[in-house]
């Protein structure tokens, strides 16, 4: 069992940056595959970006290729999103994932799940 505790997020600008963190509680990171998925008012679940449990491999939504970096530190069982060039409509509530296996674009399979931060970009 994993807790995943999310910090950052917050008001910010069009074009400024703003790194949202994920920790685990109670139990290591390092196993787990972790994702990161936005989810506006009104609108489904997206899938943001993915890190393989070792951290060699990366996975973006084609919207946030090239400003968003995703990585990790086992070591601190976090991962973090770092978020640049931020635009209006990358305004949602940011949840982290984990899962034990791959990497996944698709939200219904990660066991275990951050308590969302609101990111809200204004123009």
């Known amino acids: 069992q994993v807790q995943l505790h999310q910090s950052g997020g917050g008001l910010v600008q069009a074009g400024e940056s703003l790194r949202l963190s994920c920790a685990a509680s109670d139990g290591s990171l390092s196993g787990y595959a972790v994702g990161w998925f936005r989810q506006s008012t009104g609108e489904e679940r997206e899938f943001v970006a993915a890190?393989?449990?070792?951290?060699?491999?990366?996975y973006y939504q084609d919207s946030v290729e090239g400003r968003f970096t995703i990585s990790r530190d086992n070591g601190l069982n976090t991962v973090y999103l770092q978020m640049n060039g931020l635009k209006p409509e990358d305004t949602a509530v940011y949840y982290c994932a984990a899962r034990e296996t791959l990497t996944s674009k698709i939200a219904g399979v990660y066991e275990f799940w951050g308590q969302g931060t609101q990111v809200t970009v204004s123009s």
């Open positions: 890190i393989s449990w070792h951290g060699g491999n990366t």
